[in-house]
């Protein structure tokens, strides 16, 4: 069902209000003898004025809900034109896919100490949909920004920001998937983050290229390198050197091309001095 305005005027904002109401009531009270009214999302198309928090706040969502069911990695992932899922109650999807058996829900009932009749399992995700809960501290960090640091360690400027942006060698509007990082030849690499290093190699315009997955479907990308300084299979820390800057690849002159994505999907690199 769409959700065309975010105007108090509006029925359906209305009504999507009031069950956010009941099901938050009745969820964190854990009135078990009580039913909560059935998940249902309403479909918003993000307005030019319009930003995450002013979302939030008309359709009685919280940061937790609005993120994980969108699958957004911070504030700065909506633009005007897109889509955004608003459920009926506020809660998260687990950010592992599971199970729909009966050993999975109690599981889960246990550990967020919700009585179990109130989970949803969601088919086509292949999650858990935990209503009346918040996000694990964790992927909230994730989300403000916390969870990366800067892979040059403040010794590189921005020379080309996340989205569209005109192609240096075909001069036509493309789409750029991360940020890019101009600093001088052998500066330094650094893990954005722990993980493990799933690719350690040359890889067509990303040159030299170092992948390393995060928890909660994260994955940072670093390319162009001159020198890769660890092997694939390699788990990392936070602030671990992994290789050093350089222009393999598609790159007209020296830098660290670095991306994060989620479930596949690129997303905003947001850490502390770059947004």
């Excluded at 995450?52 to 700065?76: C, E, H, W, Y």
């Excluded at 809960?133 to 916390?146: D, V």
């Excluded at 990308?221 to 660890?230: K, T």
């Excluded at 602030?239 to 994060?260: C, M, N, W, Y």
């Amino acid at each position: 069902m769409p959700l065309k305005s975010l105007d108090y005027s509006d029925k359906n904002l209305l009504r999507v209000r009031e069950e956010v109401k009941y099901n938050l009531r009745v969820s964190v009270s854990n009135l078990d003898q009580k039913n909560l009214v059935p998940l249902r999302f309403l479909v918003y198309k993000v307005g030019p004025k319009d930003n995450f928090f002013k979302i939030m706040a008309r359709t009685g969502m919280d940061l937790d809900t609005l993120s994980s069911v969108n699958q957004l990695s911070s504030p700065q992932d909506i633009y005007p034109g897109m889509e955004l899922l608003i459920p009926n109650m506020r809660g998260f999807y687990e950010s592992q896919q599971s199970s729909s058996d009966d050993s999975e829900r109690k599981k889960i009932s246990s550990r967020h100490k919700i009585p179990s009749k109130f989970l949803y399992y969601d088919d086509l995700r292949k999650v858990w949909f935990v209503p009346g809960r918040g996000l694990p501290k964790e992927e909230k960090n994730f989300f403000y920004g916390m969870a990366f640091s800067d892979p040059l360690a403040e010794e590189g400027r921005i020379s080309s920001r996340f989205g569209r942006r005109r192609d240096p060698f075909t001069k036509k509007d493309t789409f750029h998937g991360g940020i890019d990082l101009a600093a001088e030849k052998g500066t330094p690499v650094y893990a954005s983050a722990e993980g493990v290093v799933t690719f350690a190699d040359s890889k067509g315009g990303y040159g030299n290229l170092v992948v390393l997955k995060h928890l909660l479907g994260y994955e940072t990308r670093y390319g162009h390198l001159d020198r890769i300084l660890v092997p694939s299979g390699t788990k990392v820390k936070k602030g671990q050197l992994i290789g050093e800057v350089g222009k393999t690849g598609r790159a007209t002159g020296f830098h660290l091309h670095f991306e994060v994505l989620r479930n596949s999907q690129k997303q905003r690199p947001v850490f502390k001095g770059h947004v």
